[in-house]
T-cell receptor, first 114, second 110 residues
Framework: EAQVTQNPRYLITVTGKKLTVTCSQN?????MSWYRQDPGLGLRQIYY???????DKGDVPEGYKVSRKEKRNFPLILESPSPNQTSLYFC?????????????FGNGTRLTVT | GESVGLHLPTLSVQEGDNSIINCAYS??????FIWYKQESGKGPQFIID?????DKRQGQRVTVLLNKTVKHLSLQIAATQPGDSAVYFC?????????FGTGTSLTVIP
């Protein structure tokens, strides 16, 4: 089944403790991205990647890192999480060929930073 | 940043009626638009999309209308069913980035 898989689904951590949220897709998509979803704000892009070893900042990149060493994986790294990073995070992917192809989303990771 | 918004945060409709959800976007350079459905505890699910060189596209029970003159997008759901209850939001693509609306919560009354 074609899908985007995020892990973990739920994560509670403390301020300053480094964490990684994994994202993997099995559709051979070039484009991958991370979003956070907060009440009243909709989805906001954190980082995106057009292909392996190519990453770019989205609208809210502060406090996050990403890497794209393999086409299928795009982990999100919080080096020193803070409470304002408590949010619902989504990973998404799409093929890069052509401009009219939708994003496919994972089921989300709910992160709480205390 | 981009501004993609919805006119109504909530919408309640009777089962069997048609639903219309609206969206305003701000970037006239956006070339592709998508509607997503999000159910509780799940990721956004693709419903229908439309390119900027079109003004209407129909799917199964859903229709998307695009009015580039006023930068307006709408989603029409025919014969709304209880399973359609969810949050719906629009997205626009500008360059390599997507921008999303805040969503409309649709409740279908049996």
């Amino acid at each position: 089944e074609a899908q985007v898989t995020q892990n973990p689904r739920y994560l509670i951590t403390v301020t300053g403790k480094k964490l990684t949220v994994t994202c993997s897709q099995n559709m051979n998509h070039e484009y991958m991205s991370w979003y956070r979803q907060d009440p009243g704000l909709g989805l906001r892009q954190i980082y995106y990647s057009m292909n392996v070893e190519v990453t770019d900042k989205g609208d809210v990149p502060e406090g996050y890192k990403v890497s794209r060493k393999e086409k299928r994986n795009f982990p999100l790294i919080l080096e020193s999480p803070s409470p304002n990073q408590t949010s619902l995070y989504f990973c998404a992917s799409r093929p890069q060929t052509g401009y009219a192809s939708p994003l496919h989303f994972g089921n989300g990771t709910r992160l709480t930073v205390t | 940043g981009e501004s993609v918004g919805l006119h109504l945060p909530t919408l309640s409709v009777q089962e069997g009626d048609n639903s219309i959800i609206n969206c305003a976007y701000s970037n006239s350079a956006s070339d592709y638009f998508i509607w997503y459905k999000q159910e509780s505890g799940k990721g956004p699910q693709f419903i229908i999309d439309i390119r900027s060189n079109m003004d209407k596209r129909q799917g199964q029970r859903v229709t998307v209308l695009l009015n580039k003159t006023v930068k307006h997008l709408s989603l029409q759901i025919a014969a709304t069913q209880p399973g359609d209850s969810a949050v719906y939001f629009c997205a626009e693509k500008a360059g390599n980035q997507f921008y999303f609306g805040t969503g409309t919560s649709l409740t279908v009354i049996p």
